[in-house]
């Protein structure tokens, strides 16, 4: 068998290992949502008051959300999570809350949710990968 000959086998045996689009969203969906959990508990145990009237504006945490979507809401196979910006914009008082501004200290409580998160972010998404192309 030739070079060419081995290099076409070879394509052929690794090319259901590469995940369709489609396929790219549903495994980006799994990591996503435990990203949201993640992010939910952390402002909820940082930045929740109870006793706060909620009228039409949602607490921070219950504005948590992820889309199977990019940022742009273009199918691209990315997820997104972060906060609504509707009717005001939870995302600029979440980026305040952790980076903190002049007059408020950050505590990174999203930061810290990303990093804690990552190993079964990725779990859950290598399971979804075999489940989907039967990789490994």
Do not use: C, W
């Not at 070879?10 to 969906?29: F, H, M, R």
């Not at 930045?47 to 809401?73: C, F, P, W």
């Not at 509707?86 to 002049?102: K, M, Q, S, V």
Request: no cysteine; aromatic share 8%; glycine share 8%.
């Amino acid at each position: 068998m030739g070079f060419n000959e081995q290099l076409e086998e070879y394509q052929k045996a690794i090319a259901n290992l590469v995940p369709t689009p489609s396929q790219k969203a549903e495994i980006t969906k799994k990591g996503a949502a435990i990203l949201e959990k993640r992010y939910y508990d952390a402002t909820k145990s940082k930045h929740y008051n109870d006793h706060r009237e909620v009228g039409k504006v949602k607490h921070l945490a219950d504005s948590v959300m992820s889309q199977n979507t990019d940022i742009d809401g273009y199918k691209t196979g990315a997820s997104a999570v972060g906060y609504m910006v509707d009717p005001i914009n939870h995302a600029r008082i979440a980026r305040f809350l952790n980076d903190g501004t002049r007059y408020i200290k950050g505590d990174h409580f999203i930061d810290k949710a990303i990093e804690d998160s990552k190993e079964d972010v990725l779990s859950a998404q290598f399971k979804e990968y075999k489940k989907l192309t039967g990789g490994n």
